[in-house]
Each structure stands twice: as C-alpha cells, then as structure tokens.
C-alpha cells in the first residue's frame, strides 16, 4: 500500500493567537515524518509532498503527487476567525466531494477527537467549489484517481489545543494513533509469527522455547521444574547420551532427556553412577550387604558435588584407600 502525505503549509504559517509559540506549519510537518514513520512500521509505503519545510508548493501539484497512491492525506490544524476561541474545539476531516475518503476521513478524526481529548465531537465534511471540489490540494489528488482529504487536528486557535499540539510527546502520540488508525482501516496489520513457548515436538525431537525470545535453547542446559536438560546447537534435546559439563564433569541425560540424578545407569553394557547433582561418580566403591544380604547403597555415591570436589583434589590412590578404609572402619 502507499499513501501520500501532505504537510499542509511550509515555513512559519498560521501562527496562534493563543499561544505564539505554535505555527499551524511546524506542527503539521513535525506531524507528517512521524505518520510517516508509523505508517512505514506497517510495511505502507509513503511518499510526502515537500521535500523542503521552507518551500512552497501549488495547492494542486501536491494533490496531484499522490498518483498510484490508495489516499492522499494533508494535514492541518483549524482556526475560528482570527482571536481566540477557546470553546470551539474538534476534529474534522474534509474528504474529496467523491466521497472516496469519507470512511478513513471519520475513522481518522475520531481518532483525533480520541487522542486529543476535544470537546465536540469528529465530524466529516465536504466542500464543492465551481471546478469539483473547493480545495486545490483535493482537486489534485482527485484528478489522479486518489481518494483525498484534508485532517483538521482540531483547533489552534483553542488555547488549551494549542498547547498541547506544542509538546513533542502529543505529537508523537497522535502520529502513532493515526497511523494505527490507517492500518486497522485498511487491514494493514500483519498477524506476527506465532511465538513458540515451552516444548515443542518437531524434526524428530524436542525443543524448548522460551517465551520472552521465541527462540529454542541452543547449546545450554535449562531448568524445567526440578529436571535439567541439555540442548544441542540446533535446540534439540538430548537423551541417552553423556555430556560434559564446563569444569569436564560427566552428566547423563537419561530417555526422557532429563539429567539422572542419584542413579544407576547401564550404557553401551557398563554400569555407571550419577550422584546426587548428577555428576557421574568416579572412584571406587565397596559394597556391603545388610542382615537380610541385600546390598546396601554405598555411602560415597550420595556425596554432595562439595565434598566430590575437595575429594577430588587428593590424589587418587589415597582417595580410595581412605574411603574403604572409612567404610571398614564404620561397618
Ligand atoms: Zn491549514
């Protein structure tokens, strides 16, 4: 889609007599690259009528521009005689007397009335002049086969109006509602790709998506409830298989992909123990049964990681020596 924007006057114009720091010109082309901006946001191509805010232009060459657009939009802020009137206060849009624009004409000063907050209420309307419709710059985009209006951001000649349409932030905010307004009018929102969250079943394996990415752990380990898994560089989940941990500890991830934890597992026909931080054991360990034979569970494989580190930092012999010796001695 592509719209043409028209900043309604250039240099300083239209100056308000209730608050001299506002001109009708610097605030519509201020407007203007920021509709622009949002509309872009929506993949809407826009062209706009000046290139220069000092320049002038024929009210109906700026019309005109807006071939091959699908609406022609100038915007402007009103005035009620030359004082101020600090009672007269709405929206309007002055749509092209084909009544093409009439529809996105009333969305977008309701949207005005909305934003702004005026105290009467958006309203359309439609000027004809001798020559079709009263204002050139409609007249213009008529000729081309657009459907144009022209967007009254309520009254500069309201005090309170004038002031607000001063702070850079309400404009930005009005920008933004407007272009809004556009891309609901014409359909323009693209449904966002569905953010995956959680396991996902796919290629053959599993994935974790985390919600606040949409993307699949990749090449870490995650924490889902009390269970951790490990993910490869494609964010699949492993399972049946070893991995080692960054300090070269070994983990197993069992079938289901979680890692074994305080467990006996048998791989490729050798038994091996996973402690109780999941660190496969290394050592030796002695068996003893209990009064009825059954084999107890030896006390070194419910180590803590703790004292599996500070073990580790004997040598191995005397590791093992001592232990044995240890469990002798308390058996
Ligand atoms: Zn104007």
Not at 55 to 61: C, E, V
Not at 261 to 280: A, F, H, I, P
Request: net charge neutral.
């Amino acid at each position: 889609m592509k719209i043409c924007i028209d900043a309604g006057h250039y240099g300083k114009y239209n100056r308000s007599p209730a608050d001299g720091r506002y001109y009708e010109s610097e605030f519509t082309w201020k407007l203007h690259l920021l509709q622009k901006k949002y509309l872009e946001e929506y993949g809407v191509e826009v062209i706009v009528t000046r290139e220069d805010q000092e320049k002038d232009l024929g009210l109906y060459s700026r019309g005109a521009a807006s071939r091959g657009c699908a609406l022609f939009i100038s915007d402007h802020t009103n005035a009620v005689g030359s004082g101020v009137n600090d009672e007269v206060d709405y929206p309007a849009a002055y749509c092209a007397i084909d009544g093409r624009a009439d529809g996105i004409g009333m969305a977008l000063a309701q949207c005005v009335e909305r934003v702004i907050g005026t105290r009467q209420q958006a309203r359309i309307e439609h000027r004809r002049g001798k020559n079709g419709d009263y204002y050139g710059v409609l007249r213009g985009a008529t000729a081309v086969g657009t459907p144009g209006l022209i967007l009254e951001n309520s009254f500069h000649t309201n005090t309170q109006v004038a002031r607000w349409l001063l702070e850079d932030e309400n404009v930005d905010r009005l920008a933004r509602a407007e272009a809004e307004t556009i891309a609901l009018y014409y359909n323009l929102i693209q449904p966002l790709p569905e953010k995956r969250s959680g396991w996902v079943e796919e290629n053959g394996g599993w994935r974790f998506y985390l919600g606040n990415t949409g993307e699949p752990v990749r090449n870490d380990w995650y924490l889902d409830g009390n269970d951790w898994y490990w993910f490869d560089g494609a964010g699949m989940m492993v399972s049946d298989n070893w991995k080692t941990g960054s300090d070269g500890t070994w983990y197993f991830l069992g079938s289901n992909g979680a890692m074994v934890r305080d467990q006996w597992v048998v791989w490729k026909n050798e038994l091996y123990r996973l402690t109780e931080d999941g660190s496969m054991f290394e050592g030796e360990i002695c068996l003893k049964t209990d009064n009825k034979g059954a084999l107890r569970e030896p006390e070194e494989v419910r180590l803590s990681k703790q004292s599996q580190l500070s073990a580790r930092k004997r040598t191995k012999k005397r590791r093992k020596r001592k232990r044995c010796g240890k469990k002798k001695r308390l058996s």
